[in-house]
């Protein structure tokens, strides 16, 4: 990593893309603290999070194209919510999917889809597009408890990682939603960040801490001031999932609220072969 990485700003003219990763397996309707389930709490999460994007996007009352939003929903099926990734005044009016966690979790193959989804999606990107956007991030959001007969997902992430454009690699973001971890500290605005020689003290925890990508200093700088957090230097791109405050830190954006957003359309398997 460059020191000149990772300092692009998201505009109209070159948009941030950021792909989210959401895990609807079974286990997802176990309950948090509060007695919303992990799904429903991920759901106001990411509610808050178009919020943010759609106020940031916001121009004399008009709508810039300043994200690009994709998501793909996964348990053993894939869902490819919007069917690519679309700007965020085109998600806005589909609304938050109807996410109902069902089945066992396949994290690896949402992984490789992803990595087949940004390959395609960067072969359309103009030579402005290469030269100023962001790198896309990638936002995987679960508790983690993969079937333990799927592939192992940590080499994908590894690949989707690999992808570079002008101002840096791909970024992967894991969010670890659960209530089985202790934390020293609960209060997000103390929270130091973890390092990839730390443990969480949970396997599945450990797992997205491999898998995550080393959160560059312009990101923390940003957030530490904007924030108020106190994130290290050497932080990791995986947040715990502890509570709703700590996800909607994770989301990076910001925490703006905002109206509702209506609901989506059922959602649908999306029939794709996978390629070795």
Same mark, same amino acid.
């Given at each position: 990593?460059?020191?000149?990485?990772?300092?692009?700003?998201?505009?109209?003219?070159?948009?941030?893309?950021?792909?989210?990763? !959401?895990?609807?397996?079974?286990?997802?309707? /176990?309950?948090?603290?509060?007695?919303?389930? $992990?799904?429903?709490? !991920?759901?106001?999460?990411?509610?808050?999070?178009?919020? /943010?994007?759609?106020?940031?996007?916001?121009? *004399?009352?008009? @709508?810039? &194209?300043?994200?690009?939003?994709?998501?793909?929903?996964?348990?053993?099926?894939?869902?490819?919510?919007?069917?690519?990734?679309?700007?965020?005044?085109?998600?806005?009016?589909?609304?938050?999917?109807?996410?109902? &966690? *069902? $089945?066992?979790?396949?994290?690896?193959?949402?992984? $490789?889809?992803?990595?087949?989804?940004? *390959?395609?999606?960067?072969?359309?990107?103009?030579?402005?597009?290469?030269?100023?956007?962001?790198?896309?991030?990638?936002?995987?959001?679960?508790?983690?408890?993969?079937?333990?007969?799927? &592939?192992? &997902?940590?080499?994908?992430?590894?690949?989707?990682?690999?992808?570079?454009?002008?101002?840096?690699? +791909?970024? +992967?973001?894991?969010?670890? @939603?659960?209530?089985?971890?202790?934390?020293?500290?609960?209060? !997000?605005?103390?929270?130091?960040?973890?390092?990839?020689?730390?443990?969480?003290?949970?396997?599945?925890?450990?797992?997205?801490?491999?898998?995550?990508?080393?959160?560059?200093?312009?990101?923390?700088?940003?957030?530490?001031?904007?924030?108020?957090?106190?994130? $290290?230097?050497?932080?990791?791109?995986?947040?715990?999932? +502890?509570?709703?405050?700590?996800?909607?830190?994770?989301?990076?954006?910001?925490?703006?609220?905002?109206?509702?957003?209506?609901?989506?359309?059922?959602?649908?398997?999306?029939?794709?072969?996978?390629?070795?």
């Amino acid at each position: 990593m460059s020191s000149n990485s990772y300092v692009n700003l998201a505009t109209s003219a070159h948009p941030a893309t950021i792909l989210y990763l !959401v895990d609807i397996s079974g286990s997802m309707q /176990a309950s948090m603290p509060g007695g919303k389930s $992990r799904i429903e709490v !991920v759901k106001d999460a990411i509610q808050t999070s178009y919020a /943010a994007m759609l106020k940031y996007s916001l121009k *004399q009352g008009k @709508v810039r &194209p300043r994200y690009r939003i994709g998501m793909i929903a996964y348990e053993s099926e894939l869902y490819d919510v919007y069917d690519g990734i679309l700007e965020i005044d085109k998600i806005i009016s589909q609304g938050i999917p109807n996410l109902t &966690p *069902q $089945r066992k979790t396949d994290m690896a193959k949402a992984f $490789r889809y992803a990595i087949k989804l940004i *390959q395609d999606d960067l072969k359309e990107w103009t030579q402005q597009w290469k030269d100023e956007c962001p790198p896309p991030m990638v936002i995987n959001i679960t508790d983690c408890e993969y079937a333990e007969e799927t &592939p192992d &997902p940590e080499p994908f992430a590894r690949q989707l990682q690999d992808i570079t454009v002008a101002d840096g690699n +791909v970024l +992967v973001e894991n969010i670890f @939603v659960t209530d089985q971890i202790v934390l020293t500290n609960t209060d !997000v605005k103390e929270w130091r960040g973890y390092r990839f020689n730390e443990t969480t003290g949970d396997a599945y925890g450990d797992k997205l801490l491999a898998m995550s990508s080393p959160l560059p200093s312009s990101f923390a700088q940003i957030m530490n001031e904007q924030q108020g957090l106190k994130l $290290r230097e050497g932080t990791a791109m995986m947040f715990p999932g +502890v509570s709703l405050e700590f996800i909607k830190t994770a989301f990076v954006v910001g925490t703006a609220t905002g109206g509702q957003i209506p609901s989506a359309a059922p959602l649908r398997p999306k029939t794709w072969q996978e390629h070795d």
